[in-house]
């Protein structure tokens, strides 16, 4: 269904920085790296302690860390460990996030991790909301943004915004020729993960890890599309992935952070403030993130 673009203030619904995560989905809780064999990883996921660890096939098992060695379904795919939390009946018929780039020569590869100090939605809504990329003028690529297109399902929601686009990394990846040029970028959030896509120049697909109602983590892969001859790409890799990664990657990444837990720590301060967002895109996430939630309460209902 096709929403309205129009900016116009809107009451923020609070409930959204409280609810809890439907855990009728795939998350990915941690890197397939971080798992070695004879070691047992401790990871959280909304407030529950889940064992990845490495059987004598080395192949990952998720159990839980309540003493009942309760084990979760679990696959590993795109350099990732992903565990289904919910009911495990229904984890054959949810799907992993497609990302078609990762094989892809044609792509230089991007793989960062983040901690944020902050409930999960308020680290999505900074994801989706594009205007507040002002205050990354000095590292990233676009601005003047403007939301032309919005729409929604049950499970997602996906806004298109018109972008100006030139700096640095345009240039050195050859999305540039100096000018400022208009791109549509795409944001989709598909419960509960999102993408970013700027046209055919970068594809962001960030993975988020609710830890508790304070506490998210995100693993992000991303992709930026090479003009150079692939054998060219190779050459270079290793020297442009830790100087996008650390140079700018990281460095917009801090102040994105900063953003979140700030808003974290005002809701704190007063869970009753009422404010108003312009954005809405970022209201029709909150919607979706409180009807994913309840839809999970119904559903253990149900099955009691």
Not at 274 to 294: G, S
Request: hydrophobic letters at 40%; proline letters at 5%.
């Amino acid at each position: 269904m096709e929403l309205k673009t129009t900016l116009s203030g809107q009451t923020v619904n609070n409930v959204v920085r409280e609810v809890g995560i439907n855990a009728n989905y795939w998350y990915a809780i941690s890197g397939s790296k971080d798992v070695k064999l004879k070691r047992i990883l401790p990871v959280q996921l909304w407030e529950q302690v889940i064992l990845l660890f490495r059987d004598r096939q080395n192949c990952i098992q998720a159990v839980d860390n309540g003493g009942k060695m309760h084990s979760y379904p679990v696959q590993e795919k795109y350099g990732i460990i992903w565990v289904f939390p919910g009911n495990p009946v229904l984890a054959e018929h949810q799907s992993l996030p497609k990302i078609p780039e990762y094989d892809d020569p044609n792509y230089l590869k991007l793989c960062v991790s983040a901690h944020f100090n902050a409930h999960f939605s308020i680290c999505n809504e900074n994801a989706m909301d594009v205007f507040h990329g002002y205050r990354h003028q000095n590292l990233q690529g676009w601005f003047d943004p403007a939301l032309i297109k919005l729409r929604q399902t049950d499970d997602s929601v996906t806004a298109d915004y018109q972008v100006s686009y030139n700096n640095l990394i345009a240039k050195l990846l050859g999305s540039s020729n100096g000018k400022v040029t208009k791109k549509v970028m795409t944001v989709s959030f598909r419960y509960p993960h999102l993408v970013n896509r700027l046209e055919d120049s970068s594809i962001l697909y960030l993975m988020r890890v609710p830890v508790g109602k304070t506490e998210s983590r995100s693993l992000s892969l991303l992709f930026l599309k090479s003009p150079v001859p692939q054998w060219l790409s190779y050459i270079l890799r290793p020297v442009l992935q830790p100087v996008i990664v650390h140079l700018l990657f990281l460095r917009s990444l801090k102040q994105d952070i900063e953003m979140i837990e700030s808003e974290q720590e005002n809701y704190l301060k007063n869970p009753q403030r009422r404010y108003v967002e312009v954005n809405p895109a970022i209201h029709a996430m909150q919607r979706l993130t409180i009807r994913q939630y309840e839809q999970y309460l119904q559903s253990r209902k149900a099955s009691v």
